[in-house]
Each structure stands twice: as C-alpha cells, then as structure tokens.
T-cell receptor
C-alpha cells in the first residue's frame, strides 16, 4: 500500500514558466515532508522541506505548500529553468523520533528551452 | 567535506554469488540508511542505523539480506545468495541528529545486476 503517491509520472513545462509537482499521502502520522531532486546516475539531493505545523516554506525559486486536511503537498518552481529537468521525489517522515522516510515514486520534470 | 561514498558503483554477478555493498557516511553523521530503488517499487528503505545500532530493519526483504555497521565510518549491505530479482540500484544515505530538518544525504548508489 503506497502511503506517499505522486500521481503524475511526468511533467513538461516551458522555460520561465511555473512547474507544479504534486504529492498525496495517506498516513496522518507523517509529521515532516521533504522534496528531493535526482539526476540520472546520481543519488537524490535534498531540495526543500516543510514541517506539518506549517503550510508553506520558501527557498529561492522553490516553494512547498502543505494542505494537511487534504493530505496533499505541492512543490512550485518559479521560474523553471532547463537545469531543473530531473526526477523529483516527495518524501514523508514518520512521526516522533522515527527517522524513517517514505518516498513517492517520483515525477520526471522536463523544462524545455 | 566529502559526501557519502559508496562502492562499487556497478556490480555484475551471477545468481547464487555473495554480494557486498559498502558505504562511508559523512563524518559526524549519526544516522545511516540503506535504500533500494526499482522501477516497480520505487525508492524503499531497507534498514537504518543510529550510532551504529540497527533501529528499523523492517524493510529488509528476507534473510538473504544483512547489514552491519561495525563503526561510525563504515557500513555494509550483504546479499547471500543473490538472485536476479535483487537487481536494483542501492543507495546509502546519512544524516545528523538534531538539525531539525531530517534531511538525508545520499551517495551516488551502486547499480547491482544479478544474471
């Protein structure tokens, strides 16, 4: 049973426009959420995170929004750049002192020049 | 500072052989994680350690898999005997307690092919 779902396997946007990547979760005990970016033949790299007590976190061109009632989070990239083309993973941390992360299957973002 | 180091980067072996994957976490990090990535199951946690002690091994698929962390700078994931369905990319990650962000730093991965 997938507790973290990224329903869009791929997304294509034009350079300079906004990219919106979505993630849904089912476990209400998750208390922290992270987004990772992955290039081919490399390990995932941390991008941005948000605690369950917040609804928005911003870092430069990247903003993560959390809607706890809908169990939904999204990553906005503005403006999108060709170098942003990668697979993006949503991850959720189990509550309390458990450091386990549960990952979605990823969304391939392609930013066209 | 060097990131998480994994070796080998690629491993091709025959079914039934023993495979050992190695990981050196970032110095000072007290958590170490082993993940497996496949097309079918995505990125899944196999086991994680805190201060060299295994905390959660519920993701280890079966007894053929074992992981050790003899000291703070080294961990191994062993598969014996290996099977074709073990073919995947195996990632090691480390993190530091107390940062408040729960961010994990990943190594480049080991691509394992079992024929």
């Amino acid at each position: 049973d997938q507790q973290v779902k990224q329903n869009s396997p791929s997304l294509s946007v034009q350079e300079g426009r906004i990219s919106i990547l979505n993630c849904d979760y089912t476990n209400s005990m998750f208390d922290y959420f992270l987004w990772y970016k992955k290039y081919p033949a490399e390990g995932p790299t941390f991008l941005i995170s948000i605690s369950s007590i917040k609804d928005k976190n911003e870092d430069g061109r990247f903003t993560v929004f959390l809607n706890k009632s809908a169990k939904h989070l999204s990553l906005h990239i503005v403006p999108s750049q060709p170098g942003d083309s990668a697979v993006y993973f949503c991850a959720a941390k189990s509550g309390g002192s458990n450091y386990k992360l549960t990952f979605g299957k990823g969304t391939l973002l392609t930013v066209n020049p | 500072d060097a990131g998480v180091i994994q070796s080998p980067r690629h491993e091709v072996t025959e079914m039934g052989q023993e495979v050992t994957l190695r990981c050196k976490p970032i110095s000072g990090h007290d958590y170490l994680f082993w993940y497996r990535q496949t097309m079918m199951r995505g990125l899944e946690l196999l086991i994680y350690f805190n201060n060299n002690v295994p905390i959660d091994d519920s993701g280890m698929p079966e007894d053929r898999f074992s992981a050790k962390m003899p000291n703070a700078s080294f961990s191994t994931l062993k598969i014996q005997p290996s099977e074709p369905r073990d073919s995947a990319v195996y990632f090691c990650a480390s993190s530091e307690h107390g940062t408040g962000t729960y961010e994990q730093y990943f190594g480049p991965g080991t691509r394992l092919t079992v024929t």
